[in-house]
């Protein structure tokens, strides 16, 4: 009896091994995705600010004495 109770208490404890071993698996995984996408969404964000950038250094070419204001300078190459 004593034997098969330390039995059945090792296939518990291997059982909840596995358990742990799957669920950090998992947690891996999701890890590695959450990555790729903030990975994806910098480089997204550095495309749209050289976009940006390359849209202000036009509208200084047009007119260098407009404001600051993304708004006037888009209204500039607008007039252009």
């Known amino acids: 009896m004593q034997a098969e109770s330390a039995r059945a208490s090792a ?6 091994a596995r358990r742990s071993e799957a669920e950090a698996e998992e947690l891996a995984a999701k890890a590695r995705k959450d990555r790729a996408v903030a990975e994806r969404q910098s480089i997204e964000a550095e495309h749209q600010s ?14 260098p004495d407009v404001g600051d204001s993304g708004h006037e ?4 190459i607008d007039r252009h």
């Open 11 to 16: 296939e518990e404890r291997d059982a909840q």
């Open 50 to 63: 050289d976009a940006a950038r390359s849209h202000n250094d036009e509208a200084r070419k047009i007119d």
């Open 73 to 76: 300078e888009a209204l500039a």
